[in-house]
């Protein structure tokens, strides 16, 4: 399954521009606004989970940001950035790796995730995500996760998914996090599209 994933991604990444996707964002507002209201130091450590080619990274170095992590399935996806990113590209650390059976080697005071969660739409690939969600976390650290919400798309780059509402979501992690904070977002495509989106953060117990 994992080989199966990993080929769609590189599908997409390769056959798109990284500018074209459903889900891209010019500037990822909603994550920026949630870290400024946590007023978490630059030098926390932050990991992107399916960061791919987001400009999140971008611009939390310019940020100042010190310790940074973008985790992608999609290795063409992280190339972009990348390559976006010239020289400051030294400046993170990325990681080529399927989230579902991915076993983090540190904690992060920060895990962030804009649509990813959405597309384990099997129990054991939610669990999957959940261990190491805890294996990359402390008690303290923060998660800021997003997935379509109810009136959501149903699939996304050919795929079903997963929707969510701010209960539902938390109920996922509710055995080691609370939630802190929800929001909905109405997201605008590159072609003008509409999409909601759920956002939740939670902090670990």
């Given at each position: 399954m994992t080989d199966a994933k990993r080929e769609h991604w590189d599908e997409v990444y390769r056959t798109k521009a990284a500018d074209s996707v459903s889900w891209y964002q010019p500037t990822p507002e909603p994550s920026l606004r949630a870290l400024d209201e946590l007023q978490l130091p630059a030098t926390a450590a932050l990991i992107d989970v399916g960061g791919g080619a987001s400009s999140l990274v971008d611009r939390l170095i310019e940020r100042g940001w010190s310790d940074l992590s973008v985790l992608d399935i999609a290795e063409p996806a992280l190339e972009v950035a990348k390559a976006r990113l010239r020289g400051e590209a030294a400046r993170v650390e990325w990681v080529v790796a399927d989230v579902t059976i991915w076993?983090?080697?540190?904690?992060?005071?920060?895990?962030?995730?804009?649509?990813?969660?959405?597309?384990?739409t099997e129990p054991e690939q939610r669990l999957g995500y959940r261990n190491a969600l805890e294996a990359g976390t402390a008690p303290g650290s923060v998660v800021i996760i997003a997935t379509f919400a109810p009136d959501g798309p149903e699939r996304c780059s050919g795929l079903p998914v997963?929707?969510?509402?701010?209960?539902?979501?938390?109920?996922?992690?509710?055995?080691?996090?609370?939630?802190?904070?929800?929001?909905?977002?109405?997201?605008?495509?590159p072609a003008g599209g509409r999409q909601s989106f759920q956002w939740c953060v939670l902090r670990r117990r």
């Open positions: 076993r983090p080697a540190r904690h992060y005071d920060v895990w962030h995730d804009r649509a990813v969660f959405h597309f384990l997963q929707r969510y509402d701010a209960a539902a979501l938390a109920a996922e992690f509710s055995s080691a996090f609370v939630l802190e904070r929800e929001w909905r977002e109405e997201h605008t495509t």
